[in-house]
């Protein structure tokens, strides 16, 4: 049963177009959300979080969107980079508890260049 | 991430060895974890640690034991390794209420 999912494995932008990276979670306890970097051989990378109290939160090129009713987060980039070819993971918290995450199982983005 | 290291990177070993990976941090983080990171499965957590001494079981702990006798060590153990363990496994860090930071992670193979 998982919890937090990201239906989409993959995904191909070109270099400057936007990248929509999906997200959806089925536990309404989570109150706090993630997106993380990987790159092969190397850890996930934190990127961007958002609690439940708010609906967006931008930082530079990355922007992450929660809608709360519809159990539902987004990633967008703009504009895509070559550099930001990777898996994107996404994570959901319920903070009151111990901070433990659940992660999705990742987009593979690739930008086009 | 140079706060947080885990050793060893690679090993490969046989089943019914025991096997014991260690993560390294210097960041005086609270929180501890051990995940592993399996194809279709995204990375599920094994164990954590919320202080010294105190650790608690993740979605996938059969296995799998851990201990935290000082703030900047957290060791897993694969008592008697199977094949079915054979994965790459991540240690994070985290204060509370701050986002977790992952070491580069330990590729376990077991033949």
Redesign the interface.
Known sequence: DQQ?KQNSPSLSVQEGRISILNCDYTNSMFDYF?W?KKYP??????LI?ISSIKDKNEDGRFTVFLNKSAKHLSLHIVPSQPGDSAVY?C?ASA?SG????I????TRLKVLA | DAGITQSPRHKVTETGTPVTLRCHQTENHRYMYWYRQDPGHGLRLIHYSYGVKDTDKGEVSDGYSVSRSKTEDFLLTLESATSSQTSVYFCAISDPQAPQHFGDGTRLSIL
């Open positions: 937090v993630l993380y051989a190397e850890g996930p990378t934190f979080s993971l994570a903070r111990t901070y433990k995450y992660f999705g199982t990742g």
